[in-house]
């Protein structure tokens, strides 16, 4: 399941937020802080890229093959606001 693998990325994530504190805390090199913080950022993309199949293979898809043109509009509309949000 595509969550499963988003919250192992979360908490990889947690760990090296905690990591790159701990760096900045001890004044460290500021090329490692910043390839840290780009590891880090590559969890959470990869978390929010794992989230997004799983919601379109599910809930998505479950509402578009359903008889209700609002429910249908309404998940098109919110895939937009979070592909938007995403592309910032």
């Known amino acids: ?7 192992t990325n979360f908490k ?6 905690e990591k790159i504190i701990e760096m900045l805390e001890n004044d460290e090199y500021c090329i490692d802080i910043m390839q840290q913080n780009l590891a880090a ?3 959470l993309k990869s978390a ?3 989230l997004m199949e799983d919601h ?10 359903s ?5 249908k509009l ?3 509309e919110e ?6 949000l995403a592309n910032k």
């Open 12 to 17: 990889k994530t947690k760990s090296l937020l």
């Open 67 to 71: 008889k209700q043109e609002k429910k």
């Open 79 to 84: 895939i937009l606001k979070v592909t938007k």
């Open 41 to 43: 950022i590559g969890l």
């Open 74 to 76: 309404e998940m098109v």
């Open 48 to 50: 929010h890229q794992s």
């Open 1 to 7: 399941m595509k969550k499963d693998s988003a919250l």
């Open 56 to 65: 379109l293979h599910n809930c998505f898809a479950k509402a578009i093959n």
